[in-house]
Structures are given as C-alpha cells and as structure tokens.
C-alpha cells in the first residue's frame, strides 16, 4: 500500500520500552502491554504497537493503536 517505512540497515533505529520491577502495582498491565506486543511480532515483524494497559479491581483496560498483518 506505500504507506509502510523501510529501515534499511544504514538508517538509524530507536527503541524504547518501560519496564518496573517484581511486586510493583502496574507490573500485570505491564505484563498484558508486552504480551500484546509479543504476539503481533511473532507473526508480522514489522508490526508497529503502542499500546497501554490499566488494570484495578479484576478488571483490565487494554487500548492503543495497531498496525500490523498479524
């Protein structure tokens, strides 16, 4: 579709993620972030996620945005 962003290997890439440590309150949505990501990468590489995650009394509140062939 034309829309989709080459990196070739000359181009520079940056990645950042946030992590917490173990016992901390938003380590489940952290975990529920990551999984989600994981799954789109697994089956379409490129695939670009941003992605939150809020949990609080059992419940749990997935929301971002997705682009992937996945």
């Not at 992590?19 to 490129?46: F, M, R, W």
């Not at 419940?59 to 992937?68: D, M, N």
Request: with cysteine; glycine share 10%; hydrophobic share 30%.
């Amino acid at each position: 579709d034309g829309s989709r962003e080459h990196h070739g290997p000359a181009e520079p890439f940056l990645f950042t993620s946030e992590t917490v440590g173990e016992g901390h309150p938003d380590k489940l949505s952290d975990q529920l972030s990551d999984a989600n990501l994981y799954a789109h990468l697994i089956h379409d590489p490129c695939s670009k996620v941003a992605c939150e995650s809020v949990t609080k009394g059992g419940k749990a509140l997935v929301c971002g945005e997705i682009t992937s062939r996945a």
